[in-house]
């Protein structure tokens, strides 16, 4: 149990700091909550793969040593959906309306180091879709295997592991492994 001066002073101080403008309020609570940075993530898969566990869209961005999922930060008050479309457009030349994403289990990601993804999956045919790159942001774009993935970067395969893809995936429940 709470002393009551101890809970007194507590209501006093919730009630003094629900009186301050909201503004100010925004400042006090950003200054003593951790803070995240968020990205939005595009799992993308080939609709067409009929073979083996299926193809999933990686780029190669510098410096080119492994490959990653289309993703980047989110702009300031753009909506997590928004950013993902944003960024697969920009890196791969996908261009999909936001409602085509749906949220991928988990649909957010937090990592200890302080970012939080936020994860969205699609499918498109590989077959008719163009892969267009800058050559600057990204060097490459192109299908993989599940099967057989290539060199993922550290981040990539951590996440991708949460949803049961690559070296990095998690066991069922049960602790059984396939």
């Known amino acids: 149990m709470i002393p009551r001066s101890r809970a007194t002073?507590?209501?006093?101080?919730?009630q003094l700091f629900y009186r301050l403008p909201v503004p100010l309020r925004r400042r006090l609570v950003r200054l003593v909550v951790p803070k995240y940075?968020?990205?939005?993530?595009?799992?993308?898969?080939?609709?067409?793969?009929?073979?083996?566990?299926?193809?999933?869209?990686?780029?190669?961005?510098?410096?080119?040593?492994?490959?990653?999922?289309?993703?980047?930060?989110?702009?300031?008050?753009?909506?997590?959906?928004?950013?993902?479309a944003r960024e697969l457009f920009e890196e791969s030349g996908i261009r999909l309306d936001p409602a085509r994403l749906r949220p991928a289990v988990p649909n957010a990601v937090v990592h200890a180091q302080g970012w939080v993804d936020v994860v969205f999956e699609t499918e498109v045919p590989a077959s008719t879709t163009e892969l267009v790159v800058d050559g600057a942001e990204v060097f490459e774009a192109a299908w993989h295997s599940l099967d057989d993935l290539p060199r993922l970067s550290r981040a990539t395969a951590r996440l991708l592991g949460h949803y049961g893809i690559g070296p990095g995936r998690t066991p069922p429940a049960g602790g059984a492994t396939t």
């Open 9 to 14: 002073g507590r209501a006093v101080a919730y």
């Open 37 to 84: 940075i968020v990205g939005a993530v595009a799992l993308v898969r080939d609709s067409e793969a009929t073979d083996g566990a299926g193809r999933l869209l990686l780029l190669r961005q510098p410096p080119g040593h492994s490959w990653t999922l289309p993703a980047g930060l989110l702009q300031r008050g753009e909506a997590p959906v928004v950013g993902a």
